[in-house]
């Protein structure tokens, strides 16, 4: 078991050595309650960075698109971020940026969520796409970790976005027999098979000069 720390505040507990004694962790009074802190594969990632601007402001527009056309379409649930994903065969606990479920999938218990005292707190299996947008603290785990526990995770979407200034960029990743790989791009559209949609990403600033982002859907 190792531990990779960005900042030295949070004590991982030492009878915390596989992916059940790390959800008993969780799921306990003593856990943290801001920061995100990851299982992945025998790793402890624990991530205590403040959100960057354009990070947070990126998530909330996908999560306001995603939110209401998963509404308007009854496709199924779309959770922000916060919610917990744990993944048995995959090896992997986390909270990523945000995640999509069909209502098939929850009905083929290929996902569920699991109640706990304070009502559902988790996702348990293969959700149908997954989101992670990077920062400076985030690079290895988005791009490489995650990347490879999603996989594996059987996840057939895994979206990822840099939204730092001088690497803008937005890929919808599929999963095939070897990992992930890029949807086409078309004048900047990609399709997801997901959602059965073409997204566009764009980067604008607003009246005052800060990062502005629209995701467009067609």
Known sequence: MSTVVFEETVRVP???KNLESFRRWYLSDDFPDS????YIQKEVWLDLKMEEFAHNRVKGEIASVLTFLTKRTSLGIY???RFRLINWKADLSTEPDGMFVLYETLQNDQAKLVEGEKGWMELEGTPDMVLEIVSSSSVKK????LRKSYWQAEIPEYWLVD???DQV??????????????ARKSGGWQSSSVFSQDFKL????DKLGYPEFTLSVR
């Open 163 to 165: 939204p730092r200034p």
């Open 169 to 182: 960029s937005f890929e919808i990743l599929r999963s095939n027999s070897r990992g992930y790989v890029p």
């Open 202 to 205: 764009q980067k604008r600033t």
């Open 35 to 38: 920061g995100v802190i990851s």
């Open 14 to 16: 030492d009878w915390v």
């Open 142 to 145: 988005d791009t490489i970790k």
């Open 79 to 81: 959770f922000h971020d």
